[in-house]
């Protein structure tokens, strides 16, 4: 676990989560999409979009990652 922590750059994290955040629109399944708001009210697309583009995020870093396949 440390050797992961080790591996965390700063500047990544605050990319990351600017993403996360909707600070801008990032990349999800080939599209540009801003994730404006994660809240469960707005259930559809929001929270399923952020969960792939986790997903594709941590698939991308050479993670072995899956969820099930909810995206519309």
């Not at 922590?5 to 996360?20: E, F, H």
Request: net charge positive; proline share 4%.
């Amino acid at each position: 676990m440390f050797q992961i922590v080790g591996g965390v750059d700063q500047a990544d994290v605050y990319s990351y989560t600017g993403n996360l955040s909707g600070v801008r629109p990032v990349r999800i399944g080939g599209t540009l999409f801003t994730l404006s708001t994660r809240s469960m009210a707005y259930y559809d697309p929001y929270v399923l979009k952020a969960t792939q583009y986790v997903y594709e995020f941590m698939q991308a870093q050479g993670l072995a990652v899956d969820y099930p396949r909810l995206v519309r």
